[in-house]
């Protein structure tokens, strides 16, 4: 999955928390909320990861920025790979590896004010003089559609919006090359939502930025996406770009996912595939094919062997979106 212009490439990423065994109880087992994802994601790309709450999504993009440490794996930028950086060399990395939060208040400190905030990874940095820092501020401010004398108000002065737009500011402040966005407009009002997606389209084709963009509302990830991989139980089940996942998606999971996105013409409204049940625990996943207790398409072989990822197209070129599709299913 990987070509000349590839900027990141994920490799059999896991992520398994064990949880404390209780006095006389048997050991738990260790919920395997990510289990061997594999992915790269091209210099000025946006790759979406959806799927389910709980289906392990949140937890891929932590794992790639390190916020939480992967079990095993590897994650590799521009070749160097990530998880056997001491903190240290990690800490530097991070200045080409930023994110943004899906509560930007939660993310931004009450007791600085908005120019502080945007100015604080370059000072880490000790990046230029104080006037360098302040015109760098008041440039990045411009970018993101804030006002220059908005720097000298506090986080709980501005709107949900601004405050992402803030947000954003601080995470473009050190020129980074990819940017982790973890359900950036999933807390603001659908207007809003807009505006922060234009916004994060018109940053990415001035700067060539890529992302790692993680969320579940489906017409976001249509809008901005140029490739999308679809995550189920820990497990990536489909990738594809754009086009061809929305117009064409296979695996049958997928296919539910999509029949529950509104449709913009009434008069040919699509048929709405109902999941049945809930998840399994990631605890205790099904044997096989993850997805087997709920598919429709189930056969006997579903329960005994997990289907690999496997490319149906591949196109080995390095335009945006590249034209590939892999599926994890014995029947798609
Ligand atoms: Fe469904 Fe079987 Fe395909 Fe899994 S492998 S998605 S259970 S048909």
Redesign the pocket.
Known sequence: MSSKNTLLVVDQLKKHYTTPRKWLSKSRPPIQAVDGVSFSVARGETLSLVGESGCGKTTTAKSVMRLVEPTSGSVKLEGEELLSLDNEQMRLRRRDLQIIFQDPYASLNPRLSAGDIVAEPLKNFGLGSSAERKERVQWLFSKVGLRPEATKKYPHEFSGGQRQRLGIARALALNPKLIVCDEPVSALDVSVQAQVVNLLMDLQEEFGIAYLFVAHDLAVVRHISHRVAVMYLGHI?EVADRETLFSAPR???TEILLSAVPVPNPRTPAKRILLQGDPPSPANPPS?????TR?????P??KEQQ?ALTARTLDDDDSLPRREHWV?????
Do not use: M, N
Request: with cysteine; glycine share 4%.
């Open positions: 089940v695996h049958p999971y096989g094919c993850r997805f087997h598919c429709p398409l189930a056969q072989i579903c289907p994890a299913c014995h029947f798609r």
